[in-house]
Nanobody
Framework: VQLQASGGGLVQPGGSLRLSCAASGRTFSGYGMGWFRQAPGKEREFVATIKWSDGSAAYSDSAKGRFTISRDNAENTVSLQMNSLKPEDTAVYYC????????????????WGQGTQVTVSS
């Protein structure tokens, strides 16, 4: 089972990036999917999560209103559209999958991708 995150890069403040996460090795039918991030010197933190069943999503306060999580169940992918990026969004972003559905805690998730670097800087 693998989760492959991509789409990171360098972007100026106010810019946008779209991260993608492709799942392989099994179907993630019924799994909740999430995005987390880890900035240098900080613990990994929750960003967004989405349910399999109805696509309902939840966000951290810092992501709310700027980021949008979505999924394509047929393609086994989840995306994170990030707009109005700020320097404090700089981090390695990880996608994750949970057999127990969507959730906010790292411990909830069973599978993790390798991370993709997002740097917001002028």
């Amino acid at each position: 089972v693998q989760l492959q995150a991509s789409g990171g890069g360098l972007v100026q403040p106010g810019g946008s990036l779209r991260l993608s996460c492709a799942a392989s090795g099994r179907t993630f039918s019924g799994y909740g999917m999430g995005w987390f991030r880890q900035a240098p010197g900080k613990e990994r933190e929750f960003v967004a999560t989405i349910k399999w069943s109805d696509g309902s999503a939840a966000y951290s306060d810092s992501a709310k209103g700027r980021f949008t999580i979505s999924r394509d169940n047929a393609e086994n992918t989840v995306s994170l559209q990030m707009n109005s990026l700020k320097p404090e969004d700089t981090a390695v972003y990880y996608c994750a999958a949970s057999r127990r559905g969507s959730g906010y805690s790292e411990a909830w998730y069973d599978y993790w991708g390798q991370g993709t670097q997002v740097t917001v800087s002028s």
